[in-house]
Every structure is written in C-alpha cells, then in structure tokens.
C-alpha cells in the first residue's frame, strides 16, 4: 500500500538476531561474573603479630586481572597476575606486607602495631571482556595487653571491725584501657556498692590506665576463717584476664586484723602466707594445716616449677621472716 512502510522479513531476522545475541551476551556475563565469597580480617589482633588477611572470590570462567588491597581506601598491595612481580607493596604507615607469603587470595601483614588498625577492603577484577569488580571490607582493631596485673593499693596495716576500707586498683598500661573488676571474698562487687571509676589516663606513646576505687565498712561477715580476701581483676576484650589478691588476715573479733601487705603479721600465719605466694607458681601444693603440722608432716611439692620463680620466692620469705 502506497505510503506504508515494511520492515522485510530479511531485516527482521536480522533485528531478532541481535536482540538474542544481546539476551545470550547479558545471561552469560551473570553467569560468568566474579563472586565474592568471604573477606576475612581478623580482630582483635595484638601488639607485634603477624596476621593474614584473606579474600576468597570465584571467577566462574573469567580471568583475574588484578587483587587490591585498601586501608582506610588507600592501596597497599596488589596482585596482578600479568605483571612481574606478581605482588607488590606500596608503603603505608602501620603496614608492613611479608610479599614471601602474600599472593591471589591473602596479604600478610607482620609485626601488627596502633597504627595498623583500620578498615581492610578487597578488590578483585576480572580481565576483558566481563571487567567485573567486586569487593568487601572488614575492620580490625589492635590490642596491646598489659605486661603485668593489676595494682592495689592504699590498704592499711591494720583493720578493725567497723573500720572503712578504701582500696584503688590500677591496671597496667594497655590500648584500649582494661575493664577492671573488684570482688570481695570471690564474691563480684556490684558497680553501686562502693566502687568508684575514675577517668581513663592517657599516656604520651598511646596507651591508656583504668583507676576503680572501692570503699566499704567493716563488718564481722566480711571474714571468713580468719581472713578476708580482696580481688581485682583486669580484662580486655576476651583475649586478657589478669587479677591481683590482697589478702586481710584475722579475726571477726573487734581486735580485726592486719593487711597482707604491712608489717607485725602474727607468726601463726607466716608459714601459710609464704605457702600461699610459693603456690601461685607451683603446679599444684598443699598447705599444711594446724594438725599436719602436729604430726610434723612434710609440705609436698611438684617437681615441676618456674627455677628462678622459686629462687626469688626463697629470697622473699628470707627477708620476710627478717622482719
């Protein structure tokens, strides 16, 4: 019909043909396309450690062009398959990448430190002609644990009953600063009975102490056999627990007692409070008690044991028993 306008059938075969090539091109790029299947950082990490992070993809068919790694999106390392070397490393403060072991699917970073933390992302990418990229990120904190326990202090040499105990306890320098802990006679100190927490003290390289005061009165309940125990406790994240003891030794009578740290410890208790430390680095001891020692029966010790431990015990209980 004049005027009318057809498509022949040969252009419409042709059309249709492009139309399911495209569809094909589309289905086969989402079948084939790069997937990722974990990025894994681990956190915490402490202080002068070597960790691995790990980027595990599929290339379903593709081939890998490149990995990237990011801190905080600036690149530290990558992979390229085609280039030599392989891996490489560009400088970041906090990184320090082992290119011996790092490769396609991890990066290793040595001798971890406060600058290390941070988020870590993967990229992975695929050569022509999907050109896929896909990527995840984790982040990773960094741990310095405290080289030694807890710190009590301000008790006094002697307590009676009705006296108020007023105690600190002071953890060790640590990022970030130990959650502390009090607990009297092994029983957990609620944060409203008497305990007091102090601002968190910044130190000039970084690291952080925790101060938490208790404060209570005296009374015949708080001794149990004769003496009372105070305990705190220091912990970090789940990866530190460290605790100190004092102990107050004496009698729920009026007369009260005296604190594990004075001086003019009654002489009964001498020999049992020199155990006590000698146990705490002993696998396993026994404490010879008022009618054992009646008998005269011999302390029994392991033969496994800390040398020098023992050797530094010996010269404590020397000039302890000086006094």
Same mark, same amino acid.
């Given at each position: ?55 595990? =993809? ?124 009090? =607990? ?140």
């Amino acid at each position: 019909m004049a005027g009318s306008c057809q498509t022949p059938t040969g252009a419409k075969a042709v059309v249709a043909r492009g139309i399911l090539i495209a569809w094909l091109h589309g289905f086969v790029t989402t079948v084939s396309a790069v997937k990722l299947v974990n990025v894994d950082i681990p956190s915490p990490t402490t202080l002068g450690e070597t960790v691995g992070l790990s980027c595990i =993809y599929e290339l379903n068919g593709d081939r890998l062009y490149s990995v990237k790694w990011y801190k905080n999106d600036v690149e530290f390392y990558r992979f390229v398959p085609n280039d030599w070397p392989p891996g490489q490393f560009l400088p970041l403060p906090g990184v320090d990448v082992d290119l011996a072991r790092s490769g396609r699917t991890s990066v290793y970073l040595r001798n971890v430190n406060l600058h290390s933390a941070g988020t870590y992302r993967c990229e992975v990418s695929a050569e022509a002609p999907s050109f896929d990229t896909v990527g995840g990120q984790k982040d990773m904190a960094v741990l310095v644990l405290p080289t030694e326990g807890p710190r009590i202090t301000g008790g006094q040499a002697q307590y009676r009953i009705g006296d108020t105990v007023s105690v600190n306890c002071t953890s060790a320098k640590s990022k970030p600063a130990a959650t502390l802990r009090w =607990y009297v006679n092994d029983v957990a100190v609620a944060g409203a009975d008497g305990t007091t927490e102090y601002s968190t003290t910044l130190h000039a390289d970084g690291l952080e102490t925790a101060s938490l005061g208790l404060r209570f009165v005296l009374t015949e309940d708080h001794f149990r056999g004769g003496n009372m125990k105070l305990k705190c406790t220091a912990t970090i994240s789940r990866v530190y627990t460290m605790s100190n003891e004092e102990l107050v030794f004496g009698s729920s009578s009026a007369g009260g007692g005296r604190h594990q740290n004075g001086t003019g410890l009654r002489s009964v208790d001498k020999d049992v409070f020199v155990i006590r430390l000698i146990c705490g680095f002993l696998v396993s001891c026994v404490v010879p008690t008022t009618e054992s020692k009646k008998k005269k029966k011999s302390l029994t010790i392991p033969r496994t044991w800390d040398v020098d431990a023992v050797q530094a015990l010996d010269r404590t209980r020397a000039n302890f028993f000086a006094r």
